[in-house]
């Protein structure tokens, strides 16, 4: 999991992504092989590249990270999970 003000700082980075606010710049960032699935090692290579990834976390939470938004339970974020994350106010996690 992440520290609440590095999900604030990934919620700035979305608005900045998303100018247009449907959330598709923001998810093409995050899904580097463009299949429509954000994956565990795609967030994390994505948040590393954005500074926000700690060395020392481990697989564990980027698995976490997904399963906080993963609403359909197949391990991976697809846009429509994405955008709800995007477009929801993160400071409840
Ligand atoms: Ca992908
Ligand atoms: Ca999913």
């Keep these: 999991m992440?520290?609440?003000h590095k999900i604030q700082e990934l919620h700035r980075i979305f608005?900045?992504?998303d100018k247009n606010g449907d959330?598709?710049?923001a998810f093409k960032v995050?899904?580097?092989d463009g299949d429509g699935f954000i994956s565990c090692e795609e967030l994390q290579?994505?948040?590393s590249r954005?500074?926000?990834w700690d060395e020392h976390c481990s697989g564990q939470d980027c698995k976490d990270m997904i399963g906080m938004f993963d609403t359909n339970?197949?391990?991976f974020v697809d846009f429509e999970?994405?955008?709800d994350m995007v477009l929801n106010d993160l400071s409840i996690y």
């Design 15 to 17: 608005s900045k992504l």
């Design 30 to 32: 995050f899904d580097l």
């Design 50 to 52: 954005l500074g926000l």
């Design 73 to 75: 339970s197949d391990g």
């Design 81 to 83: 999970e994405f955008k």
């Design 2 to 4: 992440l520290p609440p």
């Design 23 to 25: 959330g598709l710049r």
């Design 45 to 47: 290579i994505a948040l």
